[in-house]
């Protein structure tokens, strides 16, 4: 019985690599968007750093901020009413974040007159901030105005949705990267190096946060 116990598995390691994947893809995105696309702005004469904003905000706000919230529960030692509360905040942060980030890449399109919500990646990024922005809406009056039944029943959804959420948002930045890696028509080379990296840490973190979700707390 006490081998088992040594044996059993915790949250504690995943969410450890989660928080170092985290550091390494910011600092990924900020390498590739600061050294070879020009840099970041909502406003310029170069367009190409009012894209960037889209990248930057949807992988280091969004996705990143996002995997953070959904692991509070297992990274902060705090009582259930302080977890929730940082959970929503965190996520509240993501949304808004994520928001801006989607109307970077319509200002870019409407000043370049692009197309807007033609591709895959597009459909699923709306769909995945539209979930999202929902989900947070009901978290929000459920928690803050809970009654007991309707709580109770809530929470598994609120979990499942939560995780198919999180794995469009992962989807979605997969799928972003690849179209930019074809528009750009890369094949080798430090930029070519340091989107598929970015691609790849994106994943592990995707999985280091769910099994973060799974495993039990280490204390």
């Not at 280091?60 to 705090?78: D, N, R």
């Not at 259930?80 to 994520?98: D, F, P, S, V």
Request: with cysteine; glycine share 6%; aromatic share 12%.
């Amino acid at each position: 019985m006490a081998k088992s116990q040594n044996l059993r598995l915790s949250a504690a390691p995943a969410t450890v690599l989660a928080h170092l994947l985290a550091i390494a893809v910011a600092t990924l995105v900020l390498v590739w968007l600061l050294k070879f696309q020009d840099g970041v702005a909502l406003s310029s004469h170069n367009k190409q750093k009012i894209f960037n904003m889209h990248p930057l905000l949807m992988v280091i706000g969004f996705i990143l901020v996002g995997g953070e919230a959904i692991m509070v529960y297992k990274t902060v030692p705090a009582n259930r009413e302080t977890q929730k509360t940082i959970h929503l905040i965190l996520h509240l942060i993501a949304l808004l974040l994520g928001i801006l980030g989607i109307y970077a890449v319509f200002k870019f399109h409407h000043e370049l007159q692009i197309a807007n919500l033609y591709s895959l990646h597009s459909w699923l990024g709306i769909t995945t901030i539209s979930l999202f922005g929902l989900q947070w809406l009901l978290a929000f009056f459920s928690f803050v105005f809970p009654k007991s039944n309707s709580r109770a029943s809530f929470i598994p959804w609120h979990i499942f949705i939560g995780s198919v959420v999180f794995i469009l948002a992962i989807c979605t930045a997969e799928a972003g990267l690849v179209e930019k890696f074809l528009f750009l028509k890369l094949q080798r080379g430090q930029q070519a190096l340091i989107m598929n990296f970015t691609g790849l840490l994106i994943f592990l973190f995707a999985v280091c946060v769910s099994f973060a979700v799974i495993l039990p707390r280490g204390y």
